[in-house]
């Protein structure tokens, strides 16, 4: 079982509509959450992190987070042509060495259609 | 500018090439990290430094070789590579502690030849 798993997409929304992205996990004692954003040829850019139940609004991002059932989501309001790009899911844990692990997920391509 | 530099952005080498990745960081931070990003795969986690302390490594192959010689700075040293290993490598560091974020560098686009 993957350790983190998003739906690679591609994900496509009309220009203004709500994207909604989904990621799972698998470690329940994991304890801190982000999201990224990836655009071709770049590296990640930190646009969200979330660390307890429920929802956190920044702007268009809104980011879901659901312990008991392990999901975490990312909503982008009002999408925007520039908001085309692939995001990666993160999640914080312990690693089998006892450190601090970020492990991430393949990430979803998203398209906006103008 | 993320704070987090990395040098060269791109690079071509040889298999019986040697040559240095460096990474450097202006956040403060005392953790630092080497990722590998591979076409449709996920972000690998190579190595992990935390105080300058090697605290992780996820079975990379010894042609990979890190070096942090302080909290600032990262090397990934390079030598008698493969094709496969051809891909993105990225930087990042953060503060120790589970709810701190990572930040990452522009990485570096090596091709091996």
């Known amino acids: 079982q993957k350790e983190v798993e998003q739906n690679s997409g591609p994900l496509s929304v009309p220009e203004g509509a709500i994207a909604s992205l989904n990621c799972t996990y698998s470690?329940?004692?994991?304890?801190?959450f982000f999201w990224y954003r990836q655009y071709s040829g770049k590296s990640p850019e930190l646009i969200m992190s979330?660390?307890?139940?429920g929802d956190k609004e920044d702007g268009r991002f809104t980011a879901q987070l659901n312990k008991a059932s392990q999901y975490v989501s990312l909503l982008i309001r009002d999408s925007q042509p520039s908001d085309s790009a692939t995001y990666l899911c993160a999640v914080n844990g312990i690693s089998n060495f006892g450190n601090e692990k970020l492990t991430f997920g393949t990430g979803t391509r998203l398209t906006i259609i103008p | 500018e993320t704070g987090v530099t990395q040098t060269p952005r791109h690079l071509v080498m040889g298999m019986t090439n040697k040559k240095s990745l460096k990474c450097e960081q202006h956040l403060g931070h005392n953790a630092m990290y080497w990722y590998k990003q591979s076409a449709k795969k996920p972000l690998e986690l190579m190595f992990v430094?935390?105080?300058?302390?090697?605290?992780e490594n996820n079975s990379v192959p010894s042609r990979f070789s890190p070096e942090c010689p302080n909290s600032s700075h990262l090397f990934l040293h390079l030598h008698t590579l493969q094709p496969e290993d051809s891909a993105l490598y990225l930087c990042a560091s953060s503060q120790t502690g589970l709810n701190t974020e990572a930040f990452f560098g522009q990485g570096t686009r090596l091709t091996v030849v």
């Open positions: 430094y935390s105080l300058e302390e090697r605290v």
């Open positions: 979330i660390y307890s139940n």
């Open positions: 470690d329940r004692v994991s304890q801190s």
